[in-house]
T-cell receptor, first 120, second 107 residues
Framework: EVQLLESGGGLVQPGGSLRLSCAAS????????MNWVRQAPGKGLEWVSA????????YYADSVKGRFTISRDNSKTTLYLQTNSLRAEDTAVYYC????WGLGFSMDVWGQGTTVTVSS | DIQMTQSPSSLSASVGDRVTITCRAS??????LNWYQQKPRKAPKLLIF???SLQSGVPSRFSGSGSGTDFTLTISSLQPEDFAAYYC?????????FGQGTKLEIK
């Protein structure tokens, strides 16, 4: 079964850091781009970052560029998001999602999400 | 960045109704347009990719159309399980963007 499982969320003070993880299983991880998407309480979906499958190219939304770093370990089939200099507006459920080049680069598999709360 | 504008932001409809949601891109995106459904406290689910291709396992009452900058999602006959939020998303640019969402509610 294709599965993504996020972890690492929690309560952090403004200016703090968290590392989110997304463990993948059931597919050849290195063949796919991976994404982070977040959803603030009561708000819509916001794409945050992506990393390509093998060459490691990375992409960021302007709202997180310079503060967040996406990475992947294909040997561990795990995706990461290092979040630094966190702000209240970063409070959200963070989802990892698989990017499928064969499906128009859509995001066809999603994890259940991990919650990040930035508050003093 | 490419901006995606959905309308309406909310919609009330009845079981059996035909509903259409529109999505407009701020620039040309060919057919790199995807639609997702999200139910409360659940992860989004891919419905339509490449503007008009139905994802495996999605009921045929869902359909998508459009190309260039203007797109639509149509549900031909609403079922109780279809009341949810719907989002469009462009994948033309590697800097993905979503529409603001449409909340479909029971009338």
């Amino acid at each position: 079964e294709v599965q993504l499982l996020e972890s690492g969320g929690g309560l952090v003070q403004p200016g703090g850091s968290l590392r989110l993880s997304c463990a993948a299983s059931g597919f050849t991880f290195s063949n796919y781009a991976m994404n982070w998407v977040r959803q603030a309480p009561g708000k819509g979906l916001e794409w945050v970052s992506a990393v390509s499958g093998s060459d490691g190219n990375t992409y960021y939304a302007d709202s997180v560029k310079g503060r967040f770093t996406i990475s992947r370990d294909n040997s561990k089939t795990t995706l990461y998001l290092q979040t630094n200099s966190l702000r209240a507006e970063d409070t959200a459920v963070y989802y990892c999602a698989r990017g499928h080049w064969g499906l128009g680069f859509s995001m066809d598999v999603w994890g259940q999400g991990t919650t990040v709360t930035v508050s003093s | 960045d490419i901006q995606m504008t959905q309308s309406p932001s909310s919609l009330s409809a009845s079981v059996g109704d035909r509903v259409t949601i529109t999505c407009r891109a701020s620039q040309y995106i060919s057919n790199y347009l995807n639609w997702y459904q999200q139910k409360p406290r659940k992860a989004p689910k891919l419905l339509i990719f490449s503007a008009s291709s139905l994802q495996s396992g999605v009921p045929s009452r869902f359909s998508g159309s459009g190309s260039g900058t203007d797109f639509t999602l149509t549900i031909s006959s609403l079922q109780p399980e279809d009341f949810a939020a719907y989002y469009c998303q462009q994948s033309y640019s590697p800097l993905y963007t979503f529409g603001q969402g449409t909340k479909l509610e029971i009338k």
